[in-house]
Every structure is written in structure tokens, then in C-alpha cells.
């Protein structure tokens, strides 16, 4: 894949294969093309040359720093409910409160919610949802204690495919990568701690 925005190049021949369960990290500094990784892999924009090849049966779930994918008219609930509809009314009050979110608050409408807030609701519907591959950008940034807890316990148990970027060191730790990816050279590499010094420099 190549993306280029102007005379900046941002990704230049990244090659990369996320197998089926499989747990990728994405590390560089910033503007290294991270963010825009993700968004070519969810189809958010198109890659300048490459391609995103879907495997069988994917089911892609996205989480964007930007909350862009949680509808701010719309209630908790009802965002939860869009990700996973399969969910009963008992199950969503379930998965709310394991996300913190009790009583009246499923009826608050997501555009009054903090950042802390939406972060752990965008991640409640793609951890409940049938997503089998989770992209994951910065999903602890700017978290209270309770509800990084929270999204930590999460990730680390998802049974699917993850790609996530992060700086956090306790994210990597939770995802238990079994691959890294560095930008912006584009090195996949199988995971060792010797890459753990990149995460929070990165």
C-alpha cells in the first residue's frame, strides 16, 4: 500500500497479512502513517496504489480516536444496539454495565458523553458485536483509571484478529502481540520484548 496526501508521502509499500486470530501491534512516531493505516484497512479511504484484500467471511470492526463512528444523536443504547443488534435488551444492559455505564445512563445521547465515555462505548459495541478482526487506534488515550481497566480487559479478551496502534505499554501487554509492524519503513516482524522500548517512544 502507498498513501501520499500532497507532496507528503505517508505510507510507501507496506505489505502486511493479519491471519486469522492473530494479534498485531503497529508502532512509529508520530505522522508516521499509523492512523492512516487503520483507515485504509477499514476502507475509510482508498489506498494512491495497493490493495486491501478481505478475506472469507471478515467482519471488520473499527475504532477510530475521533469517536467517528459512534452516532452522537443517538442514545447509549442505540449506539450499542447499531453494533450489535443480536443483543437483548438484558444482554446490552449486561455489557453496558461491564462498561460502566448504569441506570439512566444507557438513555444519555452519545454527543453529551466524555471522551473517556465514548471510548469505553465504542469499544463496548465492537467487543459485543460479530466483528472477527478489531482495528484498534490509541484505545486508552486520555482514560480514567476505572475505564482504561475496563477497555484493558477487553482487549485482552477478544478471541478475534486485532491490529492496534498504541504508545501505551500496558495495551501491549493486554493485547499480547504475536506481531509488530513499524512505521514508517513497513517491517513486519514477529514479536520480542527487544520492541517493547519502541512502544512508548513511538
Do not use: C, I
Not at 24 to 29: E, K, P
Not at 93 to 100: D, E, H
Not at 166 to 174: K, L, N, P, Q, R
Amino acid at each position: 500500500l502507498t498513501k501520499s496526501y500532497g507532496a507528503l508521502d505517508v505510507l510507501s509499500g507496506v505489505d502486511l497479512a493479519v491471519d486469522r486470530g492473530s494479534r498485531l501491534v503497529v508502532l512509529g512516531f508520530n505522522g508516521a502513517g499509523k492512523t492512516t493505516l487503520l483507515r485504509l484497512l477499514a476502507g475509510h479511504e482508498p489506498p494512491d496504489s495497493g490493495r486491501v484484500v478481505h478475506g472469507h467471511g471478515l467482519r471488520l470492526g473499527y475504532f477510530a480516536q475521533e469517536h467517528d463512528t459512534l452516532d452522537p444523536g443517538r442514545t447509549v443504547r442505540q449506539n450499542l444496539a447499531a453494533h450489535a443488534p443480536q443483543l437483548s435488551d438484558g444482554e446490552a444492559r449486561t455489557v453496558l454495565g461491564a462498561f460502566l455505564f448504569g441506570g439512566d445512563d444507557a438513555d444519555k445521547p452519545a454527543g453529551v458523553l466524555s471522551g473517556g465515555e465514548k471510548t469505553r462505548l465504542a469499544l463496548a459495541g465492537l467487543v459485543s458485536s460479530r466483528a472477527n478482526v478489531l482495528l484498534l487506534d490509541e484505545p486508552t488515550n486520555n482514560l480514567d483509571p476505572a475505564s482504561r481497566a475496563e477497555v484493558l480487559a477487553a482487549v485482552g479478551g477478544y478471541k478475534g484478529a486485532v491490529v492496534m496502534v498504541t504508545h501505551d505499554e500496558e495495551a501491549v501487554e493486554a493485547l499480547r502481540p504475536d506481531r509488530v509492524l513499524v512505521l514508517p519503513d513497513g517491517v513486519e516482524d514477529l514479536w520480542s520484548p527487544g520492541y517493547g522500548e519502541l512502544v512508548t517512544l513511538a
